[in-house]
Structures are given as structure tokens and as C-alpha cells.
């Protein structure tokens, strides 16, 4: 590799990293089932592409938005400490404006109702990033966040909005992000609480914290068997279902430990597969249909 290229790649190294990019193995997948059965397993390429672009689009301007506000408070967090060193703030305003703008275009290029609501989708995804500062219910707000992806990804495809189907779909991913969010955020107690920021497990402490969040989830594993009956899935999708389920309940065993590895772990690694293992149960069930 030339010296340019490993410049070059590091760059892109360093802006994946400011925006998390690999965690967008959490809303996606959902995105995916969603137009997935809207279309009954029957997508053109185009609408395909068109919804990838707006993930990533959408999640892009959150996240780098996220990243701008929170500048100097990631600073003082030892967990968050090297964010500002990945890229500077001017590209980071850049990020967001060309991504925010990305989206409406690749909203607009799926239907008149997607363009429409593609403003108020924006509003959503970057709102998040200021509860923090008023609200010990931050957490919801992200889950409400993600939570939309499944329901855009369905009006993408259908062009309808009031259906029950993707509405059970997104309100259980938003139980899933607002329970796990809840275990994540136990790492930064101590830091909140000294920042004066605003977090459930800081104000209410981390056993609550806990109980609440395996009651979310508990909440999440319910609505996606609702929503698997409701879309009139097969065994394969309860399968699937299962799978994911178990990894929960695993999750919340290994995060009783309450240590940044185990937290991490259960965020990362156990959320990934519960969204993929559904995601690979719908499309596996999908060839039923044809």
C-alpha cells in the first residue's frame, strides 16, 4: 500500500469510527425486514438501493451530529476521550449536512410520501442526541429513533402508513434499543452523575436500571412474535424468533456482572445477532411465499 492510500485509508478508517458505522448492524436489519414484508419478499433493486442509501444517509447525520454536540463532554469521558481526535469539526459539520441532504434526495427518489415525512424522519434521528441534557428517558428516544427505520422502510415499499404490521415491528425495536441502551449506559454512571447529564441508570441507579431493562425486553421479544403472527410468517420466522429471544435472555445474564467488557459484549456482539438472526429467520420464510 502507497503512502497516499494508507493516508487515505485511515481517513476513511478514522470517519467509520466517529459515526460507528458497524453498529448499524442494529436499525438496518430491521429497515430490511420492513420492506421485506412489504413487498412479500418482491423488491425491485432500485427501492432496494434507495432505502440503503437513506440508512445510511439518516444514521450518518445523527451520528455526526451526536458527535458535534457532545465535542467537549466526550472529552471528560475516558470511554469517549479519543472521539474528537478521529476527524475535525468542520468535516464533521460536512458529514452532517451532505448526509442530511442525501437523505431527502434518496427520499425522494422512492415516493411522494417518503419525501414528505423525510424532514420529520431527520428531526427524530438528530433529537435523540439532545435528551441527554434534560431527560432521564434519553434512552427512549433512541429506541424511538431506530424504531422508525422498519416503518420508512415500509412506507418506502408500500406507500402506506397506517398498517399494524410495521407499527408492532417498530414499536418492539424500540423496546429492544430503549432496553439495551439502558445496559450500555450503566458504564458512565459515575461520569454523568459528576457531569450533571441526565441517564436513567445515573438517576435511579443501576439494579432499577436492569429490572427495567429485562422488562423492555421482555415488552421486545412479545411484539416481534406479535408481529411474525400478524405478518403471517411460518415456523422458519419462529424459529428465528426463538433464537433471539435466547439471545436476550442471555444478554441479561452476562451483563449482571455489571463490568465494562461484559456490558460491551452484551451491547454489541448478542444485539447484532438478535437482529440478524431475525432478519435471516424473515428472508428464509420469504421463500415460502414465491
Not at 415456523?235 to 452476562?254: D, G, K, N, Q
Amino acid at each position: 500500500m502507497t503512502s497516499a492510500a494508507a493516508v487515505l485509508f485511515n481517513r476513511v478508517s478514522n470517519v467509520l469510527e466517529f459515526i460507528k458505522f458497524s453498529h448499524t448492524v442494529f436499525a438496518l436489519p430491521f429497515a430490511l425486514i420492513g420492506m421485506w414484508t412489504a413487498g412479500r419478499g418482491h423488491v425491485s433493486w432500485q427501492t432496494v438501493l434507495w432505502i440503503l442509501c437513506c440508512m445510511v444517509c439518516a444514521r450518518t447525520a445523527a451520528m455526526s451530529f451526536n458527535r458535534l454536540i457532545d465535542w467537549e463532554i466526550d472529552k471528560g469521558n475516558p470511554r469517549t476521550a479519543n472521539r474528537h481526535k478521529l476527524i475535525n469539526k468542520q468535516l464533521g459539520w460536512a458529514l452532517l449536512l451532505i448526509s442530511a441532504l442525501a437523505f431527502v434526495f434518496s427520499a425522494a427518489q422512492l415516493n411522494r410520501l417518503c419525501l414528505l415525512l423525510s424532514p420529520l424522519a431527520l428531526i427524530i434521528v438528530l433529537f435523540y442526541s439532545i435528551t441527554k441534557r434534560f431527560t432521564a428517558f434519553s434512552h427512549f428516544f433512541l429506541g424511538f429513533a431506530l424504531g422508525v427505520a422498519p416503518i420508512g422502510a415500509w412506507i418506502a415499499v408500500s406507500g402506506e402508513i397506517l398498517n399494524p404490521v410495521p407499527l408492532v415491528l417498530g414499536a418492539s425495536v424500540l423496546c429492544w434499543v430503549f432496553g439495551f441502551d439502558l445496559i450500555y449506559a450503566t458504564m458512565d454512571v459515575e461520569f454523568d452523575r459528576n457531569r450533571g447529564l441526565f441517564s436513567f441508570p445515573a438517576r435511579y441507579g443501576v439494579p432499577l436500571t436492569m429490572k427495567i431493562a429485562q422488562g423492555l425486553h421482555v415488552f421486545a421479544v412479545g411484539g416481534f412474535l406479535a408481529f411474525g403472527w400478524l405478518a403471517g410468517f411460518s415456523w422458519i420466522y419462529f424459529v428465528a424468533w426463538l433464537l433471539a429471544a435466547l439471545a436476550l435472555v442471555w444478554e441479561h445474564r452476562i451483563a449482571d456482572a455489571n463490568d465494562a467488557g461484559a456490558v460491551n459484549k452484551a451491547f454489541f456482539n448478542i444485539n447484532a445477532v438478535v437482529s440478524i438472526i431475525l432478519l435471516a429467520g424473515v428472508f428464509l420464510d420469504s421463500m415460502l411465499w414465491k
